[in-house]
């Protein structure tokens, strides 16, 4: 039975068992291939050594693809969540060189920051949505947020705010209330510069109401389209 995280809507579904025409490996081309565990036959065997999966299906509740991967301890696996920060990595170790002095590098960090700053008062609508989700996400680490289903948990990310989510209390405080990864509630008051403020105030300008978006002109694909190194 599927239970899924927080209020699911598709919590209580039944899930089918797994069956080997379900199933497809990827295997090394000179590994021998496994029996099965009951009676049928694999969906497909192939042998990719681009990817790190081991076997694949698709469920039945939500229609995602699900992947077998290699222990997190592995060779791999590791070498995966490495590069995933890669970019986090550069940022702050060329910042840190610059700031010794050891080499003529940007500052990269700063020089983000400014240009987000900049967009903050753009006569341009989807650009200081843009300016101002980078300013959340900067200073409170809040994740970009992919749009959803409606067959998908009620989670959100900074893209993906509703007007409930935000409240605001002058002259400068804002206040979060809303359930993030995992339906973890994320609720928390920051002091924000005035022209965060003016934003918020104005992005929730009538005829905005409950269950309209927050950054109704701005998505994860548009928010890392922002100019920056590399």
């Known amino acids: 039975m599927f239970r ?10 039944l899930k089918h068992r797994l069956r080997p025409e379900d199933i497809t490996l990827n295997l090394s081309k000179d590994a021998p291939v496994p029996i099965p565990n009951i009676p049928g036959k694999w969906r497909a065997i192939q042998h990719d050594n681009t990817v790190t999966w081991l076997a694949t299906w698709k469920e039945n509740v939500n229609k995602q693809i699900k992947y077998v991967f290699l222990s997190a301890a592995s060779t791999w696996k590791g070498q995966s969540d490495r590069s995933k920060f890669e970019k986090a990595r550069d ?19 700063d020089q983000i920051r400014k240009d987000y700053t900049t967009e903050l008062t753009s006569k341009v609508m989807a650009d200081r949505q843009r300016a101002t989700a980078m300013y959340f996400i900067d200073r409170l680490a809040l994740r970009a947020g992919n749009e959803k289903g409606d067959d998908e948990a009620d989670t959100y990310g900074c893209c993906s705010l509703q007007f409930e989510h935000v409240t605001l209390e002058p002259p400068n405080i804002v206040k979060f209330d809303f359930l993030g990864k995992d339906s973890m509630r994320f609720q928390q008051e920051v002091p924000v510069e005035p022209q965060v403020f003016k934003n918020i105030k104005l992005f929730k300008k009538e005829p905005k109401t409950v269950g309209d978006d927050l950054f109704d002109r701005l998505n994860v694909s548009f928010l890392i389209s922002l100019q920056g190194p590399g």
């Open 4 to 13: 899924g995280r927080g209020e699911h809507p598709k919590k209580g579904t």
């Open 91 to 109: 940022l702050i170790v060329r910042d840190i060189i610059f700031r010794q002095g050891f080499a003529d590098e940007q500052k990269h960090i």
